[in-house]
């Protein structure tokens, strides 16, 4: 079983829509989710971090975590074509460990 | 301007070539990073590094190597043991989350993308 899956996308969408991005996770050492966002030939830049389970809301994003599940996802409102890029889903340890582990990447294409 | 510069943005090796990639941070930071990402596949660890002078291996280390010699530095060698190195390669450094985990976002160079021919 791979530590982390993410669903694979692509995804097209039209503008305005609510977009659900998901991931799933074996291991229960992890402590703290992120999503990052990656434009096209460009390095990712994170987008939202939280470390419990419960929803945090930035904007026009929500991420939302499930400990007792091994789940994760990341909702956008009011998508926009900007928001057109790969999302990411990243997991690491707490404490020292500073290992960091990336889902497989979902495209988003938002259709204006 | 603190950040991350990896170098150089586009690189081309024959068969058999080791090559090395540069990755130079300013940002102070104690954890660097090295992932490999290919269509389809996301970012896939190769190495990283907690403090000079130690590193661990990732998921796809096999045909690479790495050094920390200093702080800000943390190149990456793709050997000739390396079967597929046709990829765009990512370096990352992250603070040391320490007693406040908190938000220690790992940030980004924009990319070696390294061709075989």
């Known amino acids: 079983q791979k530590e982390v899956e993410q669903d694979p996308g692509p995804l097209s969408v039209p503008e305005g829509a609510i977009v659900s991005l998901n991931c799933t996770y074996s291991n229960s050492a992890f402590q703290y989710f992120m999503w990052y966002r990656q434009y096209s030939r460009k390095g990712p830049e994170l987008l939202m971090y939280?470390?419990?389970?419960g929803n945090k809301e930035d904007g026009r994003f929500t991420a939302q975590v499930d400990k007792s599940s091994k789940y994760i996802s990341l909702f956008i409102r009011d998508s926009q074509p900007s928001d057109s890029a790969t999302y990411l889903c990243?997991?690491?340890?707490?404490?020292?460990?500073?290992?960091?582990?990336f889902g497989t990447g979902t495209l988003l294409a938002v259709q204006p | 301007d603190g950040g991350i510069t990896q170098s150089p943005k586009y690189l081309f090796r024959k068969e058999g070539q080791n090559v090395t990639l540069s990755c130079e941070q300013n940002?102070?930071?104690?954890?660097m990073y090295w992932y490999r990402q290919d269509p389809g596949q996301g970012l896939r660890l190769i190495y990283y590094?907690?403090?000079?002078?130690?590193?661990q291996k990732g998921d796809i280390a096999e045909g690479y190597s790495v050094s920390r010699e200093k702080k800000e530095s943390f190149p990456l060698t793709v050997t000739s043991a390396q079967k597929n190195p046709t990829a765009f390669y990512l370096c990352?450094?992250?603070?040391?989350?320490?007693?406040?985990?908190?938000?220690?976002?790992?940030?980004f160079g924009q990319g070696t993308r390294l061709t075989v021919v």
């Open positions: 940002l102070n930071h104690d954890a």
């Open positions: 990352a450094s992250r603070r040391t989350p320490g007693q406040n985990p908190g938000n220690t976002e790992a940030f």
């Open positions: 990243a997991f690491t340890y707490g404490g020292a460990t500073n290992k960091l582990i």
């Open positions: 590094s907690q403090i000079v002078n130690d590193f």
């Open positions: 939280t470390y419990s389970s």
